[in-house]
Protein backbone atom coordinates (compact mmCIF):
# COMPACT_ATOMS: atom_id res chain seq x y z
CA UNK A 1 0.00 0.00 0.00
CA UNK A 2 1.53 3.07 -0.76
CA UNK A 3 1.30 6.55 1.31
CA UNK A 4 -1.72 7.90 -0.89
CA UNK A 5 -3.91 4.46 -0.36
CA UNK A 6 -6.12 4.05 2.84
CA UNK A 7 -9.40 2.53 3.41
CA UNK A 8 -12.24 4.38 4.69
CA UNK A 9 -14.54 2.74 7.25
CA UNK A 10 -17.69 4.07 7.52
CA UNK A 11 -20.03 3.60 10.38
CA UNK A 12 -24.08 4.20 10.92
CA UNK A 13 -25.59 7.33 10.52
CA UNK A 14 -28.84 8.99 12.31
CA UNK A 15 -31.15 11.50 10.32
CA UNK A 16 -31.78 14.33 12.36
CA UNK A 17 -35.26 13.41 13.28
CA UNK A 18 -34.14 10.08 14.08
CA UNK A 19 -31.32 11.56 16.51
CA UNK A 20 -34.06 13.80 18.11
CA UNK A 21 -36.51 10.49 18.91
CA UNK A 22 -33.30 8.28 19.97
CA UNK A 23 -32.25 11.84 22.27
CA UNK A 24 -35.74 11.67 23.77
CA UNK A 25 -35.59 8.05 24.48
CA UNK A 26 -32.28 7.91 26.35
CA UNK A 27 -33.10 10.79 28.49
CA UNK A 28 -35.98 8.74 29.30
CA UNK A 29 -33.81 5.96 30.24
CA UNK A 30 -31.66 8.49 32.34
CA UNK A 31 -28.68 7.71 31.28
CA UNK A 32 -26.72 10.03 29.00
CA UNK A 33 -23.74 7.60 28.22
CA UNK A 34 -26.08 5.59 26.35
CA UNK A 35 -25.58 4.97 22.58
CA UNK A 36 -27.83 3.38 19.89
CA UNK A 37 -26.81 0.07 19.77
CA UNK A 38 -27.06 -1.46 15.57
CA UNK A 39 -25.96 -4.66 15.52
CA UNK A 40 -26.82 -7.72 12.98
CA UNK A 41 -27.72 -11.48 13.62
CA UNK A 42 -28.93 -14.10 11.61
CA UNK A 43 -32.77 -14.47 11.21
CA UNK A 44 -35.80 -14.41 9.16
CA UNK A 45 -36.64 -15.31 6.06
CA UNK A 46 -33.50 -13.64 4.30
CA UNK A 47 -30.69 -14.47 6.67
CA UNK A 48 -30.42 -11.42 8.90
CA UNK A 49 -32.39 -9.22 10.87
CA UNK A 50 -31.21 -5.68 12.63
CA UNK A 51 -30.74 -5.09 16.07
CA UNK A 52 -30.95 -1.93 17.93
CA UNK A 53 -30.90 -0.86 21.75
CA UNK A 54 -29.45 1.17 23.94
CA UNK A 55 -26.35 0.17 25.23
CA UNK A 56 -24.16 2.07 27.85
CA UNK A 57 -20.68 -0.77 27.64
CA UNK A 58 -19.05 0.82 24.48
CA UNK A 59 -16.11 -1.69 23.06
CA UNK A 60 -12.71 -0.19 22.15
CA UNK A 61 -13.20 -2.64 18.78
CA UNK A 62 -16.78 -0.91 18.26
CA UNK A 63 -17.10 1.91 15.58
CA UNK A 64 -18.98 5.01 17.28
CA UNK A 65 -20.29 7.74 15.04
CA UNK A 66 -22.53 10.93 16.44
CA UNK A 67 -24.89 12.82 15.58
CA UNK A 68 -26.85 15.34 17.07
CA UNK A 69 -25.06 14.83 20.11
CA UNK A 70 -26.25 11.28 19.64
CA UNK A 71 -24.06 8.26 19.57
CA UNK A 72 -24.20 5.06 17.14
CA UNK A 73 -22.38 2.20 17.73
CA UNK A 74 -21.68 -0.77 15.66
CA UNK A 75 -19.57 -3.85 16.47
CA UNK A 76 -16.55 -4.74 14.51
CA UNK A 77 -18.37 -8.51 13.83
CA UNK A 78 -21.51 -6.14 12.06
CA UNK A 79 -19.84 -3.33 10.69
CA UNK A 80 -19.24 -5.16 6.98
CA UNK A 81 -23.33 -5.51 6.70
CA UNK A 82 -24.26 -1.82 7.73
CA UNK A 83 -21.25 0.24 6.94
CA UNK A 84 -22.69 3.43 5.32
CA UNK A 85 -26.17 3.01 6.72
CA UNK A 86 -28.70 5.60 7.88
CA UNK A 87 -31.37 5.01 10.44
CA UNK A 88 -34.16 7.21 9.83
CA UNK A 89 -37.52 7.65 12.26
CA UNK A 90 -40.53 8.47 10.69
CA UNK A 91 -43.72 9.22 12.23
CA UNK A 92 -46.48 9.09 9.76
CA UNK A 93 -49.90 9.57 11.97
CA UNK A 94 -52.06 7.08 11.45
CA UNK A 95 -49.84 4.76 9.30
CA UNK A 96 -47.38 4.29 12.95
CA UNK A 97 -44.44 5.58 13.79
CA UNK A 98 -41.17 3.68 13.82
CA UNK A 99 -37.36 3.82 12.91
CA UNK A 100 -36.27 2.79 9.18
CA UNK A 101 -32.99 1.86 7.98
CA UNK A 102 -31.43 2.04 4.96
CA UNK A 103 -28.74 0.16 4.21
CA UNK A 104 -26.79 0.35 0.91
CA UNK A 105 -25.68 -2.98 1.41
CA UNK A 106 -28.66 -5.25 1.90
CA UNK A 107 -29.15 -6.89 -1.31
CA UNK A 108 -32.55 -7.98 -0.71
CA UNK A 109 -35.31 -8.48 1.92
CA UNK A 110 -38.31 -10.11 2.93
CA UNK A 111 -41.57 -9.88 2.29
CA UNK A 112 -42.93 -8.43 5.95
CA UNK A 113 -39.42 -6.59 5.77
CA UNK A 114 -38.09 -8.03 9.08
CA UNK A 115 -34.77 -9.44 7.47
CA UNK A 116 -32.62 -8.63 5.08
CA UNK A 117 -29.37 -10.23 2.85
Known amino acids: MTALEF ?5 VELTSSAAEKVKALIE ?21 AYDMFFDSAIDASDIVT ?14 EMVSGATI ?18 ATGSC ?3 KSFS
Open 28 to 48: AEGDADMALRLAVKRSGCSGY
Open 7 to 11: TTTKG
Open 111 to 113: GCG
Open 88 to 105: DFKDDGLSGAGFAIENPN
Open 66 to 79: ETDGVKVAVDAASL
